[in-house]
């Protein structure tokens, strides 16, 4: 469904057929993805793919935006770049869904093969971006040899949790 406005790309809404003082994470709910129609191939992609990462990510009505105030305090907290990976709530959400998004439609493993390529200036962050149809802005940060190596590790097992301290 078009979403039909400037600021927002995309979102999703979630329906709940139980009403939500008795519903459990059990119990059914229905998610319908809105995006913008004008947007360019790569950018639907990533936005659709983002939004299906909502859907599972966002379990609790502490990391949806449910409200104008919500709203309001997420693209403010996306204009100026605040927040951490670790805040908790639609922030976090966020973040979380975009990076998500960017490791199903174009996976660290992948990215590394084409980061020498890219280091040599063999071939340009918009070909592939292109070649993947994922959009550059993300890529590119995708790209970055820090990101790559984090989430390499990541997904070995190599990286340790840090314990809060007792």
Known sequence: MDV????ILGYVKFYYPVPANIRTIEDPTTAI?????DLEEDLRRFVICKELCHCLIDNSDAT??????DLKNLLQ????????????????SEKTAEILALEILCPA?????????LRAG???????AKRFLVPVDYL???????????ILQVRHG???PIAPPE
């Open 77 to 92: 907290g996306l204009a100026s770049g605040i927040g951490k990976i670790t805040d908790e709530g639609p922030m976090d």
């Open 109 to 117: 493993e992948l990215r590394s093969v084409h980061a020498p390529e």
């Open 4 to 7: 039909k406005t400037e600021e």
């Open 158 to 160: 190599q990286l340790v």
């Open 122 to 128: 063999k071939i340009s962050i918009e070909q592939l």
């Open 64 to 69: 949806r935006v449910s409200n104008a105030t």
């Open 33 to 37: 993805i809105y995006y913008r129609k």
């Open 140 to 150: 590119e940060f995708g790209m970055y040899d820090s990101y790559l190596r984090a």
